[in-house]
């Protein structure tokens, strides 16, 4: 049997596209899984903010498509790139044991982010909101492309620091010698929804979609589920600041949710209880 896996073309992204189809040809060793690389909306478009050419969406739409048509059979993606609607008749099968969910500063030697004028390249209005509040004299200029990419214009200057996502650096093997790092807390610097967390989109009820749930990670899942309640219930997109993350503990769910004005709340419940505990935590922002 072959599985057709579509991704986009970027070093994370068939990295990411790699590990599912290890844990696929793990539990299915007959499989022959085959790589489809198919350029987003959000891949061509590079000189505006996401905001300002469909959000989250622009990462997903062809894909989608293209697993609507029958071109694949399943769709790897970022579960934070996700817009908040899936295309008709499409579900999130399953998703892999969650990476490390913490933002990352990484500046060019000798750059002070305490220092006043510390230029910092996101466009990430909740990234933004959060380091403003660790370092009130930080200016920020937006930045767009894969991570290579922005190591790249880290390194020529055009930028004292980037922010990104740790589980892209470590899932890439990248080397950060020559320039400087430093990871938040998910409670300082509270992460975007779904953050470090790889999911795999199917046709619902298909074949290939039990396949991918078997493989799925159960409390990755739950935290993926609750998360995703989290933007429906605020509202949320890739141009509101909204941060939140989710771990299990023995059974048990911690969350931290933060708002558009960056205040924070968190609470705990049992794991598959979580939906009226973050009605409650919501309530109270």
Do not use: W
């Not at 750059?111 to 910092?120: L, N």
């Amino acid at each position: 049997m072959t599985i057709r896996i579509g991704t986009r073309k970027s070093r994370l992204a068939l990295a990411q596209t790699a590990m599912f189809a290890a844990a696929l040809e793990k539990a299915y060793p007959g499989v022959e899984i085959q790589t489809v690389e198919i350029v987003t909306h959000g891949d061509r478009v590079l000189d505006r903010p996401l905001g300002s050419i469909g959000g989250k969406g622009v990462f997903v739409e062809e894909i989608e498509q293209a697993l609507r048509c029958g071109e694949i059979d399943v769709a790897v993606h970022s579960a934070k790139d996700l817009p908040v609607q899936l295309g008709e008749g499409l579900e999130i099968s399953g998703v892999l044991p969650r990476g490390d969910s913490r933002d990352m500063l990484i500046s060019r030697q000798g750059a002070q982010p305490g220092v006043s004028g510390f230029v910092v390249g996101t466009g990430s209005m909740r990234r933004r909101s959060n380091f403003s509040k660790l370092y009130p004299g930080a200016k920020f200029a937006d930045i767009r492309g894969n991570v290579d990419t922005r190591l790249r214009k880290l390194s020529a200057g055009e930028y004292d620091g980037i922010i990104l996502c740790a589980a892209g650096i470590k899932r890439l093997g990248l080397s950060l010698e020559g320039f400087s790092a430093r990871e938040f807390s998910c409670r300082e610097f509270v992460p975007a929804p779904c953050q470090g967390i790889i999911a795999a989109e199917c046709a619902a009820g298909s074949r290939v979609s039990e396949m991918v749930r078997s493989v799925s990670d159960k409390e990755t899942a739950l935290c993926f589920a609750a998360e995703r309640e989290i933007i429906r219930l605020l509202g949320a997109d890739c141009t509101v600041p909204v941060g939140a993350y989710s771990e299990i503990n023995r059974g048990v769910m911690d969350i931290i949710i933060s708002d558009r004005i960056g205040k924070t709340v968190s609470g705990s419940c049992a794991a598959e209880k979580y939906s009226e505990k973050i009605k409650e935590l919501i309530s109270s922002l």
